[in-house]
């Protein structure tokens, strides 16, 4: 299993940015899906960005125009850079990682790390 450590989160007033990162404790090119998800009180958690199928970039509606996913393969890191933050963005996001072996899909997840966006 990939152990995925992140950072960057906290607190914002509406309008501002936040950038997260998520380390893999592999070589991304041993990941097949890597980005991160989000979960608010309430609600089931959502995909907010990922790359899939290698560089293959995957946006949610909400998402799209505002954030921005990374890739820094020298460090085994995702990065979610989050401009025009909303209230409606303060959730738990979570990093999330696929592998795959054998036919056999993976999914190994980081224990996330909390953005308020408030003023």
């Known amino acids: 299993q990939v152990q995925l450590v992140e950072s960057g989160g906290g607190l914002v007033q509406p309008g501002g940015s936040l950038r997260l990162s998520c380390a893999a404790s592999i070589s991304i090119f041993s990941i097949n899906a890597m980005g991160w998800y989000r979960q608010s009180p309430g609600k089931e958690r959502e995909l907010v960005a990922a790359f899939t199928s290698g560089s293959i970039t995957n946006y949610a509606d909400s998402a799209k125009g505002r954030f921005t996913i990374s890739r820094d393969n020298t460090k085994n890191t995702v990065h979610l850079q989050m401009n025009s933050l909303k209230p409606e963005d303060t959730a738990i996001y979570y990093c999330?990682?696929?592998?795959?072996?054998?036919?056999?899909?993976?999914?190994?997840w980081g224990q996330g790390t909390q953005v308020t966006v408030s003023s």
């Open positions: 999330y990682a696929r592998t795959v072996l054998g036919g056999t899909a993976y999914d190994s």
